[in-house]
């Protein structure tokens, strides 16, 4: 029997990482034997079903050095007796003089376990994101004599260092990533053939048949407009910015803003929704699995995300949630910013704004809001793409032939 695969994340199960367990789950199905090793423990209150399906085994690390450090002395007496050990502790110290971080020694820390407790049962290291959990997976590989390769995303990408990037692609056996803006930037600090575009797509099956969209256009005070957004409230989904587009929106017209998703300014944009005197418009409901935003994405009638680069880098590449916006005939609007474009061209399949511009998200939120017929032919061009570009099976093939499942046995468990 062949020895499971470790998939490195930095936290499972978290939601807004559905893309990664729906991939798990795919891949699982398709004959991987796969073990999870997730860097921090869960700090969701809800899961998603899909999580319920996987049956990998879940290894916690130590989340921070201090509160197991038994377990970490374990690790580093057995650990430095092996021959790869003053190799890897060579390349983290050159790491770590030029990143003097503490994040730098809790890595280096978290992979002497991994390496330490899975030695002789795995047979190599997949890490979901080139940051944090590249860096762990590659010096526990290095440690084991094993191979690692990479998923990328977006903040990982656009967070850390060339020097960095460009080191663990050098390393790694290959690198995925879910953008071709993305795989272009990669490509460009990789070995030639080493990156290739992966794109996530969407698992249909877990969505129902979109609903009757209704033909609302703001002029009924009993019956508003239902703006509806998904995601965390980080500075990269450029909710202050939806926020005060909303203020500008005319007077005559009638909304409500639904909004589905935890973070850290959370609290800070509902203050702000209060001073713009938007509180009793706005419904916050927080975290929710993925039945509550499918219902959220149902109830509906236009979709915003005002996603912008933060003041740190951290962007967004293709946001699922504009995937699962168009699986329910879900008009969308957002910006023209990271690989948004890719799914969502201006005029064809939604709209797109300038990051960073409140009025002319206000404009379009105004227009799409009054014209339930232009939003209908959106949301339908946006269905379609969707069912011919954006489906998950021709990742999950890309995937399996990159983690060596053979073609006959990948047909039959298709």
Known sequence: MSRPLAFVLKGYPRLSETFIAQEIAALEARGLDIVIISLRHPTDRHRHPVHDEIKAQVVYL????????????????????WPSYAAVRRLWLRDLRRDRTTNRGRRFGQALVLAAELEGRIRGLHAHFIHTPGSVARYAAQLMGLDFSISAHAKDIYTIPDWEKAEKLADARFAVTCTSVGAAHLAGLAPAGRVSLCYHGLDLTRFPPPPARSVRDGRDPADPVRIVSVGRAVAKKGYDDLLDALARLPRELNWRFIHVGGGVLSKQLKSRAAELGLAGRIEWRGAQPQSGVIAALREGDLFVLAAKVAADGDRDGLPNVLMEAASQRLCSLSTNTGAIGELIRDGETGMLVPPGDPARLAQAVALLAADPGLRDRLGRAAEARLKAEFGMAAGIDHLSALFGLEAGERRACA
């Open 62 to 81: 130590p989340e921070y050095l201090y509160q197991e450090p038994l377990r970490v002395l374990r690790a580093w007496r057995k650990v430095r007796r």
